[in-house]
Nanobody
Framework: QVHPVESGGGSVQAGGSLRLSCEDSGSGNVISCLAWFRQSPGKEREGVAF???????SYPDSVKGRFAISRDNAKNTLYLQMNDLKPEDTAMYYC??????????????????????WGQGTQVTVSS
């Protein structure tokens, strides 16, 4: 089983940075496609960063150039470096995992339904 566990959320002022981590506490998992999603009250869950097993990444325009996703397969850990944070980045952030290759390079970023495993979320709050 895959058990993603997020950490690293918190409160920062606009312009600040945070680094989120997501560790798979399960054992023997070969995770292919990973992503970070976020959701704030009254809004739909939004994908903000994706990384496939071939290291292809994808970001929506809202975070491109400010967020960077990376993975350390040896540590079973996914990261999200968030710089130049804005109040509109305030949300609960979730990591998501799939054992299947997403094909981001040819198909574009997948939707939330692609991912079978989700963490419990970590809150990010950005004040102006």
């Amino acid at each position: 089983q895959v058990h993603p566990v997020e950490s690293g959320g918190g409160s920062v002022q606009a312009g600040g940075s945070l680094r989120l981590s997501c560790e798979d506490s399960g054992s023997g998992n070969v995770i292919s496609c990973l992503a970070w999603f976020r959701q704030s009250p009254g809004k739909e869950r939004e994908g903000v960063a994706f990384i496939d097993s071939d290291e292809t990444t994808s970001y929506p325009d809202s975070v491109k150039g400010r967020f960077a996703i990376s993975r350390d397969n040896a540590k079973n850990t996914l990261y999200l470096q968030m710089n130049d944070l804005k109040p509109e980045d305030t949300a609960m952030y979730y990591c998501a995992a799939s054992l299947q290759f997403c094909g981001i390079q040819t198909l574009g970023p997948p939707g939330a339904g692609t991912f079978d495993y989700w963490g419990q979320g970590t809150q990010v709050t950005v004040s102006s």
